[in-house]
């Protein structure tokens, strides 16, 4: 069974970082994409960015280009997601996701098992 657990939420002050990790289980992590989703307050489920299976192809959505970084560790089983210079439009209950297979999407349908999620708040 997959299992995905984040962990590293928590409240920082707008500028601030933080960085998410996801530990999986149940699968031979280093054959599949992952991806980070977050969900706001009244707000649609929405991608973050993806990693493929070796860590040569990232992407990231606009709003968060040059300020979050996605990585993982396949000796860990564990994805990250490094937020520098969050603002309060970041806060949101963030998500990771393992694809179907070694690639990313932004397609929520495009992946197999999902986290429970962890909550960041950014404060102005």
């Known amino acids: 069974q997959v299992q995905l657990v984040e962990s590293g939420g928590g409240l920082v002050q707008a500028g601030g970082s933080l960085r998410l990790s996801c530990a999986a289980s149940g699968l031979d992590f280093s054959s599949y994409g992952m991806g980070w989703f977050r969900q706001a307050p009244g707000k649609a489920r929405e991608f973050v960015g993806g990693?493929?299976?070796?860590?040569?192809?990232?992407y990231y959505t606009g709003g968060v280009r040059g300020r979050f970084t996605i990585s993982r560790d396949n000796a860990k089983n564990t994805a990250y997601l490094q937020m520098n210079s969050l603002r309060p439009e970041d806060t949101a209950l963030y998500y990771c996701a393992v694809h179907y297979n070694s690639h990313w999407s932004s397609n929520e349908q495009a992946y197999a098992a999902w986290g429970q999620g962890t909550q960041v708040t950014v404060s102005s």
């Open positions: 990693i493929n299976w070796s860590s040569t192809s990232t």
